[in-house]
């Protein structure tokens, strides 16, 4: 876990946040102290395949034969979804689209999600109703497009990215709509390989914490 600066994305922070309150809540629980590596954000699971760390936090599974470490049960799941401003008529998804004249945004370094965009609107039957996919270049404009500018209807993104975003709607109203598109993709701690008493004391702690709300605190406090 790495702190974030001002200028990281909203989803960066808010996750290093919820990852570092996770890993401490553990520590407290199993009584050890914590050594945070810096600046190990970007290949933490590696540290722990290569023993120069016990324990990696905000790791997407990759099932790659030559990362060798032990994945415990996913504690987030998340996929793409469409954020809109509240009330809407956008109930659900692309399915209610009808008419013609829709404008769906994307975040810009997410090249991919326009043909995503694109995809899910055939899929759904509204392809003609949608304009060309808007690129939202900043992140720290997605809100303000929505709301203010009012130049998109809805935006698209991962669902934890735009989780991350919301609190800078202020009073302005916005949410995030229940349809999910694609596969979910799980959030997870990484062990290490071939440690399954390590993987279970991780397991069941989580468990644990879900059982008696503490996850749902920590949850609502970051998110």
Request: glycine share 8%.
């Amino acid at each position: 876990v790495v702190p974030a600066g001002q200028d990281a994305p909203a989803l960066i922070a808010t996750m290093n946040d919820l990852n570092r309150a996770l890993v401490e809540e553990m520590a407290r629980r199993w009584n050890v102290q914590i050594d945070y590596l810096p600046g190990s954000a970007q290949n933490a699971a590696a540290l722990v395949a290569g023993g120069q760390a016990d324990l990696a936090v905000g790791v997407s599974p990759v099932w790659d034969a030559t990362l060798r470490v032990e994945y415990s049960l996913p504690y987030l799941m998340h996929g793409d979804r469409l954020m809109v401003t509240e009330p809407s008529q956008i109930a659900s998804g692309f399915a209610d689209m009808l008419g013609t004249g829709w404008w769906i945004g994307y975040f810009a370094d997410e090249p991919g999600d326009a043909d995503l965009i694109r995809k899910y609107a055939e899929a759904f039957g509204v392809s003609a109703n949608i304009n060309e996919p808007f690129a939202i270049q900043r992140e720290d404009d997605a809100i303000s497009t929505l709301t203010v500018g009012r130049n998109v209807d809805a935006v698209f993104g991962d669902s934890l990215r735009l989780l991350g975003l919301m609190p800078e709607s202020g009073e302005t109203g916005v949410k995030i709509l229940p349809t999910e598109y694609g596969d979910d993709r799980p959030i997870t701690f990484a062990g290490p390989h071939a440690d399954a008493d390590f993987r279970a004391l991780v397991d069941a702690t989580l468990q644990d914490m879900a059982l008696d709300g503490t996850f749902e605190t920590l949850w609502t406090t970051y998110f």
